[in-house]
């Protein structure tokens, strides 16, 4: 008879650091050009099994309002009604339910990603990039994830037809994240 011992669970818990954190957007405009933007207030938690890394959560929010694309009218454009309205929905939030191991550092996230109100599954194409103690003493570790999804199914719909053919914002939108996290506990 063989018996399987199971490691302990280890838990460690991973605050996004926001000065080291970046969290992107990327939609093609006119069909030609790409526009890029990313959120400048959020907040992230990794729950990481030491043990088994697949074990591990991952959730953000992210304030709506916070977006930034360089251009003062396209963000207003983009906080009004036509597509984040972050007067009725002022976060966006995304919550892992599995991950998958991919390779040694390399993971799919599995997870809902609420905008306006709109849930659906996302996944995430993730690398852990490393982990390394700050000259501060706190130990820190970074991942680097990314998605496509369609905009319109979180009910960012609003468009319009070029004079020359085409839309003026593309469905597609990239997102990226480059996360640096402190360990909390």
């Not at 003062?72 to 984040?84: A, M, V, Y």
């Not at 659906?120 to 998605?147: H, I, K, Y």
């Amino acid at each position: 008879m063989t018996t399987t011992i199971q490691s302990p669970e280890v838990r460690t818990t991973w605050q996004f650091d926001t000065a080291h954190t970046n969290i992107e957007f990327a939609v093609r405009h006119m069909m030609i050009a790409t526009v890029k933007g990313r959120f400048a207030d959020f907040e992230g938690v990794l729950q990481l099994d030491e043990q088994d890394l697949t074990r591990s959560t991952v959730e953000v929010s992210i304030d709506a309002a916070s977006l930034d694309t360089r251009n003062e009218q396209r963000d207003g454009h983009l906080r009004s009604g036509d597509f984040f309205d972050v007067e009725r929905f002022p976060r966006l939030t995304f919550r892992s339910s599995r991950i998958e191991r991919q390779g040694e550092d390399r993971f799919r996230v599995y997870g809902d990603l609420t905008i306006r109100d709109e849930t659906r599954e996302v996944v995430l194409e993730a690398e852990q990039l490393g982990r390394a103690r700050s000259p501060w003493g706190q130990d820190v570790v970074a991942f680097r994830a990314s998605t496509t999804l369609d905009r319109e199914e979180f009910g960012l719909t609003w468009n319009q037809a070029l004079e020359t053919g085409g839309i003026l914002v593309g469905k597609e939108v990239r997102i990226s994240l480059e996360v640096e996290a402190v360990q909390s506990s």
